[in-house]
């Protein structure tokens, strides 16, 4: 077992790393995105959800437990010329504004407890895209504590108060070589005022 701290785990691999690409969710349903507004990515990594939100003309915020993260994508973000800031935190304890972004997005992280103050964060008519690994998986792909993998159909308990726009968790149902296998994607808008 690793005594190294997990921020510097983190930090480790991002060094090294490039960004990647964003996530389904998002890439498949940029078309619900609002024209302008906040948006904030959670848990971002390198950001490649966020650098797209960004192309996108929203002005962002990415939040990662890792500063090197933090740092890489941020220079990358001032290089070309995009609207976003970083924060190195814990999101766990971070405080997060209530009704100030219009999108959040999430992808392979998951903490149940977190899930109240995202959606409080939501403006009315906000979009939450998020994307993470399920129970129900046909490789051994994403993480190996089942702590970090939603059970069947538990996003949409856990995103219970917004409009379903998008939903789409298939399991280990039929061919698995085919299909969207090992996730569980969503997108909720939160109800607007009447």
Not at 50 to 73: N, R
Not at 96 to 115: C, G, K, Q
Not at 151 to 165: H, I, T
Not at 180 to 185: K, P, Y
């Amino acid at each position: 077992m690793s005594t190294i701290p997990l921020t510097e785990k983190w930090n480790e691999l991002y060094r090294s790393a490039t960004v990647g690409t964003p996530a389904r969710v998002l890439l498949d349903n940029t078309h619900l995105l609002p024209t302008h507004g906040a948006a904030l990515e959670i848990a971002c990594g390198l950001g490649a959800n966020a650098l797209l939100l960004a192309t996108q003309g929203l002005q962002v915020e990415a939040w990662d437990a890792s500063p090197v993260a933090i740092e890489k994508l941020v220079a990358h973000a001032t290089a070309h010329r995009l609207p976003l800031s970083g924060r190195a935190c814990d999101v766990m304890v971070t405080p997060i504004n209530t009704n100030a972004y219009d999108v959040i997005v999430v992808s392979h992280f998951l903490e149940r407890e977190l899930m109240p103050r995202l959606l409080a964060a939501l403006r009315p008519n906000g979009l939450l895209f998020y994307q993470t690994f399920t129970i129900a998986r046909v490789d051994d792909s994403g993480p190996r504590n089942p702590a970090f993998r939603l059970e069947d159909n538990e996003l949409l308990q856990l995103c219970a108060p917004l409009r379903v726009l998008v939903y789409r968790e298939e399991g280990a149902v039929g061919d698995g070589t085919r299909g969207f296998r090992n996730l569980a994607t969503y997108i909720g808008q939160k109800r607007g005022i009447n």
